[in-house]
């Protein structure tokens, strides 16, 4: 099998920023999420821990954000205690992992805050049991494609 770095780099069209590790395998065996660095080669931040690299999954969620998904999902957090609370221990679980930097799921430093449903899917399938990342994982159907998008 190829390079794991290669295929990213290829899934993304250019080469990965502070890429650390696979965290989640496709049922194909490519990556599909991946871990990051907190700072990248240059030394400059980079919030999100876990970056959703399968395009089938990062096109679906581009939908779901594109059809208002990140203002239902927010409105949802704030509305539903199960979800805030989840939210809430998502962003302390990414500070826990990530100490280096403040902010909580994609850099999120806005308590209760939601910015990227991309952020919070890719935390879910890297650490099961974020039920707010499983919920919006929920509206991606299918979750994966009949055949690898990686090529």
Do not use: N
Not at 23 to 30: H, I, K, Q, S, Y
Not at 114 to 141: D, M, S, T, W
């Amino acid at each position: 099998m190829d390079d794991d770095r290669a295929i990213v780099e290829r899934q993304l069209g250019r080469p990965p920023r502070a890429f650390r590790r696979v965290a989640l395998r496709c049922p194909f065996g490519r990556p599909a999420v991946t871990e990051q660095e907190p700072l990248d080669e240059s030394g400059e931040p980079f919030p999100t821990t876990f970056w959703i690299t399968c395009r089938h999954l990062a096109a679906a969620i581009a939908r779901l954000e594109a059809d208002g998904g990140v203002e239902r999902f927010g409105q949802l957090a704030r509305e539903d205690p199960e979800l805030a609370t989840s939210l809430e221990r998502g962003h302390e679980e990414q500070r826990r992992l990530r100490p280096e930097l403040p902010g909580g799921i994609g850099g999120q430093t806005r308590p209760g805050g939601l910015k990227c449903l991309h952020a919070h899917a890719a935390f879910a399938l890297a650490r099961p049991g974020y039920e707010l990342g499983e919920r919006i994982l929920q509206e991606v159907e299918p979750l994966w494609p009949d055949r690898c998008c990686s090529g």
